[in-house]
């Protein structure tokens, strides 16, 4: 599995190319600001075929360039999310730059296994920092992005218009289910495990 990881201004959001070294089949998860030239160049480089945009939420910093990506592939969405990509700010938070939004959208459904080429990853909806936040967890590979829910040492702002303070800590108590050996890439900041995350099991 190749995983490049893209730090995108203004608040260093993580973009992510990920794709399969066998199809060479390859996703973006959250394109932030000036994600696109990068991952273009990623794309070229290692020769791979971008099929989708994958969106963890759809908070502005997470989906500046998701409608730049729409007009070549397919975005992937909770449906609880859908609408802010459709019409961004429209959960209202305040957006410091013009966005677009999406032409069209795809669910990614909770429990859903889908494939990335031989890989395969699995929609943990994991409300609390918005209604729709989601993890994407590839079991085979020892992987989960998280978005903005899992951060190394603790978790999304729940104080936020569209978030549900009181769903953080069950979503949380689901990850922490997973094994502790699994690699977190988060939605900002580095990367962590599950393992090394011990406060999870006093959430």
């Known amino acids: 599995m190749l995983i490049q990881c893209f730090s995108c201004p203004p608040i260093e959001t993580n973009t992510y190319l990920i794709a399969c070294e066998s199809s060479r089949e390859a996703a973006v998860i959250d394109p932030g600001l000036e994600s696109y030239e990068h991952v273009q160049a990623s ?12 969106l963890t939420h759809s908070h502005w910093d997470h989906i500046v360039e998701a409608a730049t990506f729409n007009k070549e592939i397919p975005v992937y969405v909770h449906p609880l999310d859908a609408s802010n990509v ?11 730059l013009p966005i677009k939004g999406c032409t069209s959208i795809l669910d990614l459904e909770e429990g859903k296994k889908y494939s990335l080429g031989n890989l395969t990853f699995t929609v943990i909806h994991t409300p609390g920092h918005s209604k729709g936040s989601v993890c994407l967890y590839f079991e085979s590979e020892k992987t989960l992005f998280s978005g903005d829910t899992l951060f190394q040492g603790t978790y ?6 569209t978030s549900q303070p009181e769903l953080m800590g069950p979503s949380l108590k689901r990850l ?5 050996s699994t690699i ?7 990367a962590t495990q599950i393992g090394h995350e011990t406060w999870l099991n006093t959430v």
Request: overall charge positive; proline content about 17%.
């Open 184 to 190: 977190v890439y988060p939605g900002h900041g580095p």
């Open 176 to 180: 922490a289910l997973l094994p502790p």
């Open 86 to 96: 459709l019409q961004p700010g429209s959960d209202g938070l305040s957006l410091p």
């Open 43 to 54: 794309v070229k480089e290692h020769q791979l075929t971008l099929s989708r945009v994958l």
């Open 156 to 161: 999304g702002k729940i104080t936020l218009p």
